[in-house]
Structure formats: structure tokens, C-alpha cells
């Protein structure tokens, strides 16, 4: 009768209304099987036989040997020489999550310019929709930094220098800071006429790059706002020079999302926001569920908390879509080495058990991940249609475990 040791450690990420959990799973002879919404999922693999799929090779019988294809030499079913395997601690890392607000505190966020910028019906409940993201346990594992633009100083509003350095610094969530700096601060007159979008941009994006250097880990910045840029010497063409540092930050590897904030219908009030598709399509984001790259909040007339519960729902799933879905390498166990055959990756929900992935280098199979650098792997990267279904998954557990035999075949050195 075979063995098996699971030792699992667990380091949970909450995001949405549960928890992404990353586990390593240490074991002595794998055997297991497990469900999930992925198709075709394979089960584990048997100490006493059975084929292991992608090594082309049998188990034969209890603490067998694994013939492979290239020739070489077998591992031991019970835990071979220099095997991964062992009773020891290990912890798969995902990587820290970064999330830099610019908030457009303009005068037609709320003022009385206009009497569909009225402040009970976009900046209040705007305003609330917020606090409550950045103060909602379900936040916890992401860190978050907020500038607020424009600035009171009508001599810099259109430089970047006002806004390299946010009105709150990054901060790990939840925290009430966030709920303090939106208090004080309203969209009044005469201060706040313009909508400098390329400064605060060009500002968040070098605070950002700065963090990064510090802090790395996967960065997005998350536009606030409720229209195009006005009141700048770049007004005579103000979303191209927008567009394009917004995709100088993501090839750096920033994605920008877009919160687009609609004026409510009242009188001859502005409906269009389309450039903000531009600026979130450069930013590197996907067509949500309205067909539109920026998520555009509809503001009503008489019902301010459908306009709470719109902005919760956009900037609860831009927390979804920023999860990381590269996953540290765990160090292996004390006196063991890490082999990069010997591991299987599988996808679960809550406690449910988890089933296999499939490795995939070009991410051309469906429910794939690959590794980063297949030569020498530091990474488990999911392929984007894996990432996704994760994402979407608040109680999404990815778990990586260390068998006592070749798994996948990486491609060859």
C-alpha cells in the first residue's frame, strides 16, 4: 500500500468576496483527483501504476520507476535521489498587487456650473462607492495609493509635478486613510476647473515607476473621471498625448483601467465618454461585460445609490482582473533541489480539491500555464484563458505541488 504526505501551506489573497489561495503542496507519491469548471481536467496520478500523462511514461507498481522517452534515467516513485519530495515547508508567492487611483475632483464632478454636475448626484455618491472599497475587508492583500486631480494651485494644474506624489502614499487595504482624503476634498468652485488628464497620467505613471523600483510586484493605475481633458495648453488634440503615455506605461508593464463617471439626465447634459475607450484600450484593457473598455457609471437623477452600487460593481472587478496570475517558484525543501518536471498545478475552489491544469509552454491548450522561462524557470505563469476564469473566481485556490515524479516535459534546454 503506497503512502501519500501532504503538507500544505497556504497564503490567501482576498479578492472579491473570497479568497485566491496559493498553496505548495509537499508530497511523498501523488495520488488524487478533483473537480472545477475547467473542461477536460485530469485527475492525479497513482504510486501503484497508472501512465502519468505528458512524461510518456508507466509507473509499474508500487515505488516503480518512470521510463522516459529521452532516455533518461528513472525517479523513484518513493522519493529518488535529489527528489522534490519531503516532509518540509514550502510557499508559493503570488505576486503584491499595486492599484494607483488618479480621482477627478473637477467642478463638473459637483458643482452648480451646471445642474447636472450636482454634487448629491455624481461626487457624493462617487465619493461613498469609494470609501467603501478602500475600507472593505474583501480588499485585503491589495495595496493602493490616490491623487486627486486637479490641484487647488490653477499655475501647476497642467504639470505633472502636482501629481507625483499622491495625496495618499501606497498603503496596504483596507484602510480608513483612504475614507479620511476623500472627506476633504470636494469639486468646488473657483479652484478646480480644469481636467488635466495628461498631468496627472504622466505624474501617477513616475510615482508608479519609482514604486516599482522600490516595491515590485504588478502594477495598474485605475482613472477616475467624468470626461475629456479641458483647460491645458494640449486641448487642441487632449486624448492622443493621453493615449500615448498610456501605452508607454503598458509596455513598461502598467495596465491603466478606466472608471468613466456619466453626467445624470438632466436638461441637455453631455451623455458621450467614448474617448475614454481609447485611453483604456491603450492602458491594455479587455471589453467588459457593457461592450466597453472604460467602465462607464450611469448617474441617475433621483436614485444616487444605484449610482453607489454601479461604481462598487466596476472597481470590484478591476480588483478581479488586477490579480496576479504569475506565481512565485516556492523554495524547495532544506536539502532537496528543485526539479522543474516534477510539478502539477491545480485549480480549486474553496476546499473543494483541485484539479489539474495542463501544461502548456505556447499556451495554445486550454486551462494552460506555462513557466517563465522554461530553461529556468523562476515563475507558474496561468495562460490568459486560465487567467481569467480565475480571476472571475473569488474563491479561486491555485495550488502547486512537488511530486516524486516527472509530471510535464519542458521543452528541452
Known amino acids: 500500500m ?3 504526505l501532504n503538507l500544505t501551506f497556504r497564503r490567501a489573497a482576498y479578492f472579491g468576496a473570497g479568497a485566491l489561495a496559493l498553496s505548495s503542496i509537499v ?29 510518456g511514461g508507466t509507473i509499474n507498481g508500487s515505488g516503480g520507476t518512470i521510463n522516459r522517452p529521452d532516455g533518461g534515467g528513472g525517479s523513484s516513485a518513493s522519493g529518488g535521489a535529489g527528489g522534490a519530495c519531503g516532509s518540509a515547508k514550502a510557499q508559493a508567492q503570488l505576486q503584491p498587487v499595486f492599484l494607483a487611483f488618479a480621482f477627478d475632483v473637477s467642478a463638473s464632478m459637483g458643482s452648480s456650473i451646471e445642474p447636472y454636475f450636482r454634487k448629491d448626484l455624481k461626487w457624493d455618491p462617487v465619493r461613498a462607492a469609494a470609501q467603501l472599497f478602500f475600507n472593505d475587508s474583501a480588499s485585503a492583500g491589495l495595496n493602493a495609493s490616490m491623487t486627486f486631480f486637479p490641484g487647488s494651485d490653477s499655475g501647476t494644474w497642467c504639470t505633472d509635478n502636482p501629481y507625483r506624489t499622491p495625496n495618499v502614499a501606497m498603503t496596504a487595504l483596507p484602510s480608513t486613510a483612504f475614507a479620511a482624503a476623500l472627506g476633504n476634498v470636494e469639486p468646488q468652485l473657483p479652484n478646480r476647473l480644469a481636467t488635466p488628464t495628461l498631468g496627472v497620467m504622466t505624474g501617477v505613471i513616475a510615482y508608479v515607476n519609482g514604486q516599482r523600483t522600490a516595491r515590485p510586484g504588478q502594477y495598474a493605475i485605475v482613472l477616475v473621471t467624468d470626461g475629456y481633458p479641458q483647460r491645458c495648453p494640449n486641448e487642441f488634440d487632449p486624448i492622443a498625448p493621453v493615449v500615448t503615455a498610456t501605452q508607454n506605461a503598458r509596455t513598461a508593464g502598467t495596465r491603466t483601467y478606466v472608471i468613466g463617471v456619466r453626467n445624470p439626465p438632466i436638461g441637455a447634459a453631455p451623455t458621450s465618454l467614448d474617448n475614454l475607450n481609447q485611453i483604456a484600450v491603450a492602458g491594455g484593457t479587455n471589453a467588459n461585460q457593457n461592450g466597453n473598455a472604460a467602465y462607464l457609471i450611469a448617474t441617475s437623477a433621483t436614485d444616487a445609490n444605484a449610482t453607489v452600487q454601479a461604481f462598487r460593481r466596476a472597481v470590484n472587478e478591476i480588483r478581479g482582473q488586477a490579480v496576479s496570475c504569475n506565481l512565485r517558484i516556492p523554495t524547495p525543501p532544506a536539502g532537496k533541489t528543485f526539479d522543474k518536471r516534477n510539478v502539477r498545478v491545480l485549480y480549486g475552489t474553496g476546499t473543494a480539491a483541485g484539479s489539474a491544469l495542463t501544461y502548456d509552454q505556447t499556451c495554445a491548450k486550454p486551462n494552460a500555464w506555462k513557466y517563465n522561462n522554461p530553461t529556468t524557470p523562476t515563475e507558474i505563469v496561468l495562460c490568459p484563458s486560465t487567467c481569467t476564469t480565475v480571476q472571475a473566481n473569488p474563491q479561486a485556490r491555485i495550488d502547486v505541488e512537488f511530486t516524486c515524479t516527472a509530471e510535464i516535459e519542458p521543452p528541452p534546454e
Open 2 to 4: 503506497s503512502s501519500r
Open 27 to 55: 508530497t511523498a507519491c501523488g495520488d488524487g483527483d478533483g473537480n472545477s469548471e475547467f473542461d477536460g481536467g485530469s485527475g492525479g496520478s497513482s504510486a501503484a501504476g497508472g501512465t502519468i500523462n505528458g512524461s
